[in-house]
């Protein structure tokens, strides 16, 4: 990268050993397809009391707010992190739900937010405004296109406190909408470092990005149509400037970006998006005979390759560790 890009992205608050060896970050991050596609959040970093309306393709959204405000692209984290549940849960055959009952400390882990208590504060202040935020829309979520009102969840609820008021546990349930999006697999995988961009429009820029970049080599839009997808408030000549910033910091995951003739930005995917299949040492392949007496390790290697390639192929900073962990877990 760049001029030192990744220091203007949040430090990683809690490092962990590799891909596939810590339970909590088990659940790759995913992102609902629809509202990657279409302005639903607010970027705004003070309570947002506007009612925001988009109309593209055919699909109107109405995003109306409570008291408390319109729900920000920061209060997202909660929604990705239970859509990622979802889909972890799902992948594993187990049955689920719109409601889930998370720990409160592991949402906080997952999206690299502080743990203290001031993050707490905030992640229920998150609660308040996705469930108080209501949504107006014709968006197709699986094969379905509705019109109809909803919260972006349902409920939540605080099962557990500590002595110092901080919450342990909390059950949230989602709307219908955002649960047959999850049922229909209607989600995108998305890179860890999402949750390390400090800024709301960085965020929302690489939504997009990776929606309509997706495994292709580059997307091409005009700044036009980029600012109307992004719901920024900001007018078209900061917009652009902001974009220019962003492109000149180069710390965006995954994608490049850069400003091209006729007003129209070009992402470009970056090699990590494009990682090649980890390679193991012989000597990991013994180990792992040694945990599973008498198994196929060429077809366990195989196996675990397809679960990397399926899950976004994360660029993983030792594959040896990271095979080893995930046999450990199939022995456990």
Same mark, same amino acid.
């Given at each position: 990268?760049?001029?030192?890009?990744?220091?203007?992205?949040?430090?990683?608050?809690?490092?962990t050993g590799d891909f596939f060896v810590c339970d909590i970050l088990d659940a790759i991050p995913k992102d609902d397809i629809g509202?990657?596609?279409?302005?639903?959040?607010?970027?705004?970093?003070?309570?947002?009391?506007?009612?925001?309306?988009?109309?593209?393709?055919?699909? *109107?959204?109405?995003?109306?707010?409570?008291?408390?405000?319109?729900?920000?692209?920061?209060?997202?984290?909660?929604?990705?992190?239970?859509?990622?549940?979802?889909?972890?849960?799902?992948?594993?055959?187990?049955?689920?739900?719109?409601?889930?009952?998370?720990?409160?400390?592991?949402?906080?882990?997952?999206?690299?937010?502080?743990?203290?208590?001031?993050?707490?504060?905030?992640?229920?202040?998150?609660?308040?405004?996705?469930?108080?935020?209501?949504?107006?829309?014709?968006?197709?979520?699986?094969?379905?296109?509705?019109?109809?009102?909803?919260?972006?969840?349902?409920?939540?609820?605080?099962?557990?406190?500590?002595?110092?008021?901080?919450?342990?546990?909390?059950?949230?349930?989602?709307?219908?909408?955002?649960?047959?999006?999850?049922?229909?697999?209607?989600?995108?995988?998305?890179?860890?470092?999402?949750?390390?961009?400090?800024?709301?429009?960085?965020?929302?820029?690489?939504?997009?990005?990776?929606?309509?970049?997706?495994?292709?080599?580059?997307?091409?839009?005009?700044?036009a149509v980029l600012h109307e997808k992004s719901g920024s408030a900001s007018p078209r000549r900061v917009f652009r400037a902001m974009?220019?910033?962003?492109?000149?910091?180069?710390?965006?995951?995954?994608?490049?970006?850069?400003? *091209?003739?006729?007003?129209?930005?070009?992402?470009?995917?970056?090699?990590?998006?494009?990682?090649?299949?980890?390679?193991?040492?012989? *000597?990991?392949?013994?180990?792992?005979?040694?945990?599973?007496?008498?198994?196929?390790?060429?077809?366990?290697?195989?196996?675990?390759?397809?679960?990397?390639?399926?899950?976004?192929?994360?660029?993983?900073?030792?594959?040896?560790?990271?095979?080893?962990?995930?046999?450990?877990?199939?022995?456990?």
């Amino acid at each position: 990268m760049q001029g030192g890009g990744r220091g203007a992205l949040l430090p990683d608050r809690h490092p962990t050993g590799d891909f596939f060896v810590c339970d909590i970050l088990d659940a790759i991050p995913k992102d609902d397809i629809g509202t990657m596609e279409h302005p639903v959040f607010s970027l705004a970093t003070r309570p947002d009391r506007r009612i925001l309306r988009y109309a593209r393709g055919g699909v *109107e959204i109405t995003v109306t707010p409570s008291v408390k405000g319109l729900a920000t692209i920061h209060d997202k984290d909660v929604l990705i992190y239970c859509i990622s549940q979802l889909v972890a849960a799902l992948n594993a055959g187990r049955a689920v739900s719109r409601t889930l009952t998370l720990r409160a400390h592991d949402l906080l882990v997952a999206t690299n937010r502080e743990t203290s208590g001031d993050g707490y504060r905030r992640l229920r202040d998150a609660f308040e405004r996705l469930a108080g935020t209501r949504i107006t829309t014709n968006l197709v979520a699986g094969d379905y296109e509705t019109t109809a009102g909803f919260g972006l969840i349902e409920s939540w609820e605080i099962l557990r406190r500590t002595r110092g008021g901080r919450m342990i546990s909390v059950t949230v349930t989602l709307s219908e909408w955002l649960f047959r999006a999850v049922l229909a697999k209607s989600v995108l995988t998305i890179s860890r470092d999402y949750f390390r961009l400090r800024k709301p429009l960085e965020r929302r820029i690489y939504e997009l990005a990776r929606k309509h970049c997706g495994r292709q080599e580059s997307w091409r839009v005009s700044v036009a149509v980029l600012h109307e997808k992004s719901g920024s408030a900001s007018p078209r000549r900061v917009f652009r400037a902001m974009l220019r910033q962003m492109a000149a910091s180069n710390h965006l995951p995954d994608y490049e970006m850069e400003e *091209e003739a006729g007003d129209i930005i070009r992402f470009t995917s970056r090699a990590a998006v494009l990682e090649a299949p980890p390679v193991l040492r012989a *000597e990991t392949l013994e180990k792992a005979r040694a945990l599973m007496p008498g198994a196929d390790v060429y077809a366990l290697e195989a196996e675990w390759r397809g679960v990397w390639a399926a899950t976004g192929r994360a660029r993983l900073r030792s594959p040896d560790a990271a095979f080893l962990g995930w046999v450990r877990k199939r022995v456990g």
